[in-house]
C-alpha cells in the first residue's frame, strides 16, 4: 500500500514536469533581445553610463502640464524611448520602454533575421509564435514584444522590442 502511493505520486509528478516541459517551454528565438542590442540595464542614467552621450536626446514635455514625462535617444542604429517611473513627482527616473532598432549588424535567433530579412522569413520563423493584438507585424518571444516594419520591398527596416504592451 506505501509503494502504491509512492508510485502515484512519483507519476503524477513526472507527467506534470512533462506536460509542463511540454506544454510551456516553448523554444525562443532570441534568448535576450536587449542583451544582443547591448542593453544591460532599463534605467537612463545606467544606459548613459554605458553608452555614453547619444547624438541626440530629446525631452518630450506633457502639454497639459508642461512637465518632462519621456526621453527619446539616439544613437547609431537603436533609438531608446525613456519613460519617467515617477511622472507624478518631481523625481526624473527614467525606464526603458523600447528599442527601436536600423543597426544592419544586429541579427536574430539562427535565421540571423535583421534590416534587410524579406517578411517571408520573419513570418516563417515566428509561425508558432503568438501574435500581438491589433499588430500585424508583431510576435511574442517569452517575455518580449517585437515589431516589424517592412520597406516598400517587403524587407525588414525597423525592428521595435519592448516587455508587454
Known amino acids: ?8 505520486v512519483t ?5 506534470s514536469l512533462f506536460i509542463y516541459f511540454l506544454l510551456g517551454n516553448q523554444k525562443r ?8 542590442a547591448g542593453i544591460t540595464s532599463f534605467f537612463y542614467k545606467d544606459i548613459l553610463s554605458s553608452k555614453g552621450r547619444p547624438l541626440l536626446e530629446k525631452e518630450i ?11 527619446d535617444l539616439l544613437y547609431p542604429g ?3 524611448f525613456f519613460m519617467n517611473k515617477n511622472s507624478t513627482n518631481n523625481q526624473k527616473d527614467y525606464f526603458l520602454a523600447n528599442v527601436k532598432i536600423t543597426d544592419k549588424n544586429y541579427r536574430i535567433g539562427s ?12 513570418e ?3 509561425k508558432d509564435k503568438k501574435r500581438i493584438l491589433d499588430i500585424n507585424d508583431g510576435f511574442i518571444d ?12 517587403q524587407n525588414v527596416s525597423e525592428i521595435k522590442i519592448y516587455y508587454g504592451p
Do not use: H, P
Open 1 to 8: 500500500m506505501k509503494y502504491n502511493k509512492l508510485f502515484i
Open 11 to 15: 507519476l503524477i509528478c513526472l507527467v
Open 29 to 36: 528565438i532570441e534568448k535576450d533581445y536587449f542583451l544582443k
Open 61 to 71: 514635455i506633457d502639454s497639459e502640464n508642461g512637465k518632462e514625462y519621456a526621453k
Open 78 to 80: 537603436y533609438r531608446l
Open 111 to 122: 535565421e540571423k533575421i535583421g534590416i534587410g530579412t524579406s517578411k517571408s522569413l520573419v
Open 124 to 126: 516563417k520563423v515566428y
Open 142 to 153: 517569452g517575455d518580449t514584444w517585437i515589431q516589424y516594419k517592412f520597406d516598400k520591398n
